[in-house]
T-cell receptor
């Protein structure tokens, strides 16, 4: 079974703190993704990575950065947490697609519920 | 206008009922379509892909109408265990997924 793990299920931080969210997958997937999920807004892509040391901005990258030093690990960093970053953060991984219309299933971690006070 | 729109529900149905969800998408160039299922306080998981010709997986039937840009999911003979949020997902440019806000289903005994 594919396993995607996230470092914390629940996290409480204060405004201005630097926050690290860690994600590890054990299936040798090339692709990794960070989403946030908010009621009524669905999942929104923050950043993604197709390979080690490679990163691309998603739809809402402002206030976030990422790091992919190893293939299995993708970290999301909040440089200076703000209250509007209170959310559920979901990491996902997949094999790469082959061509513009191909797709491989994304496997999600259990999520980290972050509260910024 | 959101790229992928769903009625948030909740849809409250009795066991054994048939229930259908629709989803509309705005980008006519979208390539592929999916339904994911998300249980309460859990991560989303792929339920099924949606093919142009329509496809069935047990009690679940998915259909795509490209002309009207909507996708549907039909669940027959609902079970208590079908209670979840169903996410409509569209694959667009660059192999990126766009998620709808989800439709919540509650199946009652």
């Amino acid at each position: 079974d594919v396993k995607v793990t996230q470092s914390s299920r629940y996290l409480v931080k204060r405004t201005g703190e630097k926050v690290f969210l860690e994600c590890v997958q054990d299936m040798d997937h090339e692709n990794m993704f960070w989403y946030r999920q908010d009621p009524g807004l669905g999942l929104r892509l923050i950043y993604f990575s197709y390979d080690v040391k490679m990163k691309e901005k998603g739809d809402i990258p402002e206030g976030y950065s990422v790091s992919r030093e190893k293939k299995e690990r993708f970290s999301l960093i909040l440089e200076s947490a703000s209250t509007n970053q209170t959310s559920m953060y979901l990491c996902a991984s997949s094999f790469p697609g082959q061509g513009s219309s191909s797709y491989n299933e994304q496997f999600f971690g259990p999520g980290t519920r972050l509260t910024v006070l | 206008r959101k790229e992928v729109e769903q009625d948030p529900g909740p849809f409250n149905v009795p066991e054994g009922a048939t229930v259908a969800f629709n989803c509309t998408y705005s980008n006519s160039a979208s390539q592929s379509f999916f339904w994911y299922r998300q249980d309460c306080r859990k991560e989303p998981k792929l339920l099924m892909s949606v093919y142009s010709s329509g496809n069935e997986d047990g009690r679940f039937t998915a259909q795509l109408n490209r002309a009207s840009q909507y996708i549907s999911l039909l669940i027959r003979d609902s079970k208590l265990s079908d209670s979840a949020t169903y996410l409509c997902v569209v694959l667009g440019a660059g192999n990126m997924l766009t998620f709808g806000g989800g439709t919540r289903l509650m199946v009652k005994p």
